[in-house]
């Protein structure tokens, strides 16, 4: 088992995945779910364990890579790294982005070797736990996120709702879901396919940023201070470990319920720790807790999204059914009785994840230095630049030229959201949450055969209803107690 | 990323008036999941065959509107082909689309697939009949893929036959099997590689197949036919061109396919995803096309899910 987790074709595969998975998450557009699929014929020819391994390291250098756009260009490289652009990109712009891209790495690795634990030890028991959560649970547990929107609103509730519902509605564009119905199609086939979250999320983040560069032009000249510190935060981390351990816990969970996913985990992880932060007003002006949490969380969701993978054979999200088709090529078939029956294969592949931690650490802190150069760039031209990556990317995403008009007109009103002081973070959230939202309702609903008592008679969607109300409720007690002083 | 690495081979020079294929081959793939990777096993296959990059390339998404919308509108020249299914006609017929199989021309049928209805073993069900009887005096739930999709129509047609009425519950995903465990639904019916590793661990339990014939992925499994309900649906793949592509070219893909089907190797790796090799010929693929289309027409008439 560990010869042939330590084999060199085994560390050969286990690199090129893991380099492979970093670029293609780093880069805005090219997501480590089209990583897998590319990377997925290398895999035909070679051995179980090299092959496979290479898949787990595409998906672990995928999700941690994200943050490096995410806090150096304040574009998420996938959409599971959207939540770690508030803090990282501001830290970035303080001239800490050493500080910043070194705290998600350490959370990512942390984060993933935590649900690697927790997969190692627990399979069973957190696969009957998830399995629990039907379309009503996972409902709630939305709703829930979705009150984070409280958190994210800055100074204007009124404004933050109406960006959350503009969020909403981008996503109904397209066919439904569940009756194939086109909704605001105009009649174009182009439509039908609805609008991409990453697509979305690239102009909402990239072009808002682009423009502000050249039309002041004299406020952002020199927004980069002159020199990038390259430090390693091992003691800036000192007040974090138990955030990162409480949020790599949520993103396993997320991560093991299927049709969840990293985005979701990532935002319930930020909320979460803003809420319990003791200064909670210092989020999204560059807290560290900003990016720990989400960072640690979403790398939790790739081992708790392979735990019903493996457990039960059902892959709860696009990547993990690229990697359950690698398994079974190789004539391996994930299900109850698959860890007892390859024993020494899923060790070794479990070995083999702890080896791509190593190597992304390696690789990543190594690369800060390199990464940090980008800030040297003069922003006029680092903006050209992200217009030209971003079209790419959202070329890239659906091998679709429409996508890229898309991105642009998308970034446009995002612009003038801006300008409106319409925050864009709960539009992104309306983004992220929207479409889980709808479409776990709906299939409650139609399990119930049109009840709503199915809401009522779960327990877990009790519990997340109730802590929605007291989120809820608390916000517009403590905005009704500020709202005399401050006028 | 592979349009960009086939727009670079397009770039090399060309001789001219030389035979196809000269240039890397573009394969649209219409969905995720298992079609996915055995449609790169197949552009895999077919790239040694050809002597150029076959890549196949995901257009997914509005049931194959978005993927079959591109392909329809490439020159028909070869170098853009589609990994088609009985998806042509669902998306056609439920109106998402204003074209339907006519506008390509047929080069092979690669496989089939042959959905499977599954109830968890702790039901007791053994038989259709049992889950029919069952299923009179409570109304049952049924995860499939979503409204309209192939699996509904199959579901739709059994139950049809079996005089029963259900309740439909679209999963996306391929969370359906994850939802019967869950006790969440009483049946699923999807393709059988997703009940495989379930079935194994006697957890889930393939009441029946709806082929004329038994699989081999399940050969314990009667088929619908045998218990008694004449039901005959299942699900081709195979590979199509623009309607316009020269008969050469066709011929060339068609010889190429042919190759590939029956390569042990192509066997093997179909073995393992749950996918059943089965090669016809341009011409006996469009027959197959043409009647499962009209058949799948008064399917969704009856159903009430045909729009056009």
Redesign the interface.
Known sequence: MIAEALSPATLAATAAGSVVGLVFGAIPGLTFSMALALMMPFTFGMAPVPAIAMLFAVYSGGMTGGAVSAVLLGIPGTPSSAATVFDGYQLARRGEASLALGAAVIASAFGGLFSLLVMMLLVEQVASFAIRFGPAEIFALVLFGLSTICGLAERSMLRGLIAGVLGLMVMTIGLDEIDGVPRLTFGTVQLQQGVNMLVAMIGLFAVPQVITTFLERRATLSPWPGEVTAEFPWRRLRGYWWLMLRSSTIGTIVGAIPGTGGPIAAFLAYDHARRFSARPEAYGTGELGGIVAPESANNAVMGGALIPMLSLGIPGDPATAVILGGLLIHGLQPGPLFVQSNASLVYALYLTIVVSWVIILLVQIWGIRLFVRVLRVPPHVLGVCILVLCAIGSYAIRNAVFDVYLMAIIGVLGYLLQRLRIPLAPVVLGLVLGPTLEQQYRTALILSEGSHRIFFESPFAVTFFALTAAIVGWQIWSSTRRRPRTR | ????GAALIALLPLTAHAQYPQKAVEMTVLF???S??IA??L??ALSKELGVPVAA???????G??GY??VRSSPPNGYTIVWNSNSISTVFH?G??DFDYRAFEPVARIGMEVPALAVRTDSGWTALEDFAAAARSR?M?VGIS???SFVHLVSAALFETMGIDV?????????A???L??R??DAALQWP??F???V??K?LRVLAVTSPARIPVLPDVPTAKEQGFDVDLVMWRGLAAPRGTPKEVVARLEAAARRVVASPRFKE?SA???FEPAFLPASEFGVLVARDDAAIASLMTELGLKKR
């Open positions: 990323m592979l349009r960009i995720g999941g298992s996915a990777t790169q096993v552009a895999d390339v995901s257009r997914t998404g509005a049931g509107a978005v919308s591109f439920s998402n689309i109304r739930r979503g409204r309209g309740v439909y519950v679209p999963y996306g995903q391929g969370t099997p994850a939802e465990l869950g969440r639904v590689s997703q495989k590793a379930q194994d661990a957890q790796l393992k995803l749950g």
